[in-house]
């Protein structure tokens, strides 16, 4: 918890708050849950081509770029094709970029000058991220396919993400007509699946991160 307490707090210094946007492009590894408690999160599927990749930064207007160090090179061509859209007086919200290396076994790739875990060990652990007042305040930007542009997508509000597995609405009846029921759970997708997968298997890195409490 401490580690999205700092990653909130380094994107509030570089004025990421309540509705920022922030883009991720990574594969199932922890930061990109640390990601999802300091902005709103678009998560791009990984498969995307750079031409897509390009035309979700675009719409989402998205302030930061966290990039898996694996797709760097679709990233820098998203980038490239991203900047080649843009007229001169936009040139400045293009978005800051870091890349998440690998934590173990370091690989020095970068695409630009910041990184993640040295952004993350500049901010405070303590910090406390606003609360989310408005059930219907957004936490997501969801690009629902891939194939029809900026027009497929929709902004994903925390009352439409399931937290908790919830039992089978017809549970309760057959309970209470005296039937023996063994209770059925709605299953949980990925992070990724409700806030910018568009249902498409993602690529997975297990990391040891996954395995601490």
């Not at 990039?67 to 400045?92: C, G, K, N, T, W």
């Not at 970068?110 to 993350?120: D, F, Q, S, V, W």
């Not at 891939?146 to 009352?159: F, L």
């Not at 997968?197 to 395995?211: D, E, I, K, W, Y």
């Amino acid at each position: 918890m401490s580690r999205c307490c700092r990653l909130a707090s380094a994107l509030n210094s570089l004025n990421i708050v309540n509705n920022g946007v922030v883009s991720v492009l990574a594969p199932n590894i922890p930061a990109l849950y640390e990601i999802d408690k300091g902005a709103v999160l678009n998560a791009i599927n990984t498969r995307l081509d750079a031409k897509t990749i390009a035309t979700f930064l675009k719409h989402s207007e998205a302030k930061i770029f966290f990039i898996d160090y694996e797709f760097v090179q679709v990233a820098r061509d998203a980038l490239r094709l991203l900047m080649a859209s843009l007229q001169p007086a936009q040139v400045a919200s293009m978005p800051l970029v870091v890349v998440i290396d690998d934590i173990d076994s370091p690989t020095g790739i970068r695409l630009g000058k910041l990184e993640y875990e040295a952004l993350l060990s500049e901010g405070n652990p303590r910090f406390l991220p606003p609360e989310i007042r408005d059930e219907w305040s957004p936490i997501a930007l969801i690009h629902l396919r891939h194939d029809v542009g900026a027009k497929g997508s929709g902004v994903q509000p925390p009352r439409r993400v399931p937290e908790h597995p919830q039992p089978h609405p017809r549970v309760g009846d057959a309970d209470r007509a005296g039937l023996h029921v063994v209770p059925s759970y709605v299953p949980l997708q990925r992070l990724e699946f409700y806030v910018g997968g568009g249902g498409a298997r993602q690529h997975q890195r297990l990391h040891p991160l996954h395995h601490r409490s």
